[in-house]
C-alpha cells in the first residue's frame, strides 16, 4: 500500500501573529507527501509578504476576497490534490514533526475513509491550555455527533473521495456538518489513538458561540430530528455548564 498525499489547507486573513507558527509545523514534518495549500482572504497586514517568504514551503496559495471562512474553506478543497484533506488553519498546528508520519504508519491493509484523534487546546502565545471539553470515543460514528462535536475539525482528516463542500449557509457550524455527513459516508473510520493538532482557543464560533449554537441545533435537528436533538440537549447542556463552573473556559 503507498503512501498517501495528505492536502493540508490553511485559511488565513490578517494572520501576521499566527501563520508563521503554523507554517512551521507543517514545514517540519518528517513525513514528505504533503500538499500544503494556503487561502488568504486579501490580508492587508502584512500576511500575503509572509506568505511570499516562505513560498519554497507552501504547494500553492491564493489571495483575494472570500464569502466568509467556508467559502475560503471551499477554495480549498477545490485546489486540493492529495488523498486525503485537513485543515490546519492560522494559528492552529501540526502536533509535532511526527505526527503524519505515525498516523499514516497506523493504516492497515486500506486507506481509511475518515481519520481522527486528540486535540491539545493552545493559547497566543503557544502554550498549551489542557484537551478539549469533548473527548473522542474509541469507536467514532456519525450517530456519535448528537452528543455534540466530539472530535475538533482540526484533529479530523477526511479522504478526497467522499469530502463534500461546506454548506455555507450556516456562518459559524459549517464544520459540524461537514465531520457529520464525511462519518456517515465514511466505510472506514480510523482512530489513530494520538493527539494530532494543536488548537489555538478562541476561534470563530467561540467568538459567536451563541449564534454558533443555534446553528448547530438546527443540523442537529435536521439529521437527528427535533424531539432527539432537544432531548439530547438536556445533558449536553448540564455537562457544558459544569464544564465551565469546574475550569473557568470553554
Not at 512551521?24 to 511570499?52: C, R
Request: charged share 25%.
Amino acid at each position: 500500500m503507498k503512501n498517501p498525499v495528505i492536502s493540508i489547507i490553511t485559511i488565513v486573513y490578517n494572520g501576521i501573529e499566527t501563520l508563521q507558527k503554523t507554517i512551521d509545523s507543517i514545514a517540519s514534518q518528517s513525513y514528505s507527501k504533503v500538499e500544503y495549500i494556503i487561502v488568504d482572504g486579501a490580508s492587508n497586514d502584512g500576511t500575503v509578504d509572509l506568505i511570499k517568504a516562505n513560498e519554497a514551503l507552501v504547494s500553492k496559495w491564493i489571495t483575494e476576497p472570500d464569502k466568509g471562512l467556508y467559502d475560503a474553506m471551499n477554495k480549498g478543497l477545490k485546489m486540493a490534490t492529495g488523498d486525503f484533506v485537513w485543515f490546519i488553519n492560522s494559528g492552529d498546528e501540526v502536533y509535532d514533526a511526527s505526527t503524519i508520519e505515525r498516523m499514516v504508519s497506523g493504516f492497515e491493509e486500506q486507506w481509511p475513509d475518515v481519520i481522527y484523534g486528540d486535540t491539545v487546546m493552545i493559547d497566543v502565545m503557544g502554550r498549551e491550555i489542557g484537551e478539549r471539553r469533548l473527548q473522542p470515543p474509541l469507536q467514532l460514528s456519525w450517530k456519535d455527533f448528537r452528543n455534540g462535536m466530539l472530535v475538533s475539525h482540526q484533529s479530523i482528516l477526511v479522504s478526497t473521495k467522499i469530502a463534500k463542500l461546506y454548506n455555507t449557509k450556516y456562518r459559524f457550524s459549517a464544520d459540524f456538518e461537514w465531520c457529520l455527513q464525511a462519518l456517515k459516508d465514511a466505510g472506514v473510520i480510523h482512530n489513530t489513538n494520538q493527539t494530532l493538532s494543536r488548537f489555538l482557543d478562541g476561534g470563530l464560533t467561540k467568538q459567536n458561540i451563541v449564534p454558533g449554537l443555534k446553528e448547530r441545533f438546527d443540523i442537529m435537528r435536521r439529521y437527528f430530528g427535533l424531539i432527539q436533538t432537544i432531548f439530547k440537549h438536556i445533558p449536553i447542556g448540564i455537562r457544558f455548564l459544569s464544564y465551565v463552573a469546574k475550569n473557568k473556559r470553554f
